[in-house]
């Protein structure tokens, strides 16, 4: 197994979760990491990415709520989750991918789920009103 979550679970809206992604070392070293969700009837959707470099990519719905945290020492990607809405019930899917891609500005994550290699189990998280 190449990625595992943990940390999902109910909680209020309005409150904070935290959600870890374990990877073996050779997945962790993957140019892109990144968080994606899923909720029942929709699509896989990415919420969250991180390029090796650093450069960070975020999904409008979770702007400034959430962030996206690599451990380099413990091969964990983090996503702190905050302000939790109802609308963000999902399961959430850690993710690695090889490819990337460049701007002017610098490299960055692809954000179609496609483009990724490798995935975790998921993790339920639920938000209620």
């Known amino acids: 197994v190449q990625l595992v979550e943990s940390g999902g679970g109910p909680v209020q809206a309005g409150g904070s979760l935290t959600l870890s992604c374990v990877a073996t070392?050779?997945?962790?070293?993957?140019?892109?990491l990144g968080w994606f969700r899923q909720a029942p009837g929709k699509e896989r959707e990415s919420i969250a990415s991180r390029e090796s470099g650093g450069s960070t990519t975020y999904a409008d719905s979770v702007k400034g709520r959430f962030t996206i945290l690599r451990d380099n020492a413990k091969n964990t990607l983090y996503l702190q989750m905050n302000s939790l809405r109802p609308d963000d019930t999902a399961m959430y899917y850690c993710a690695a991918a090889s490819a990337y891609y460049s701007t002017a500005t610098g490299y960055y994550c692809i954000q179609s789920a496609s483009g990724y290699n490798y995935w975790g189990q998921g993790t339920q998280v639920t938000v209620s009103s």
């Open positions: 070392r050779s997945t962790y070293k993957a140019n892109c």
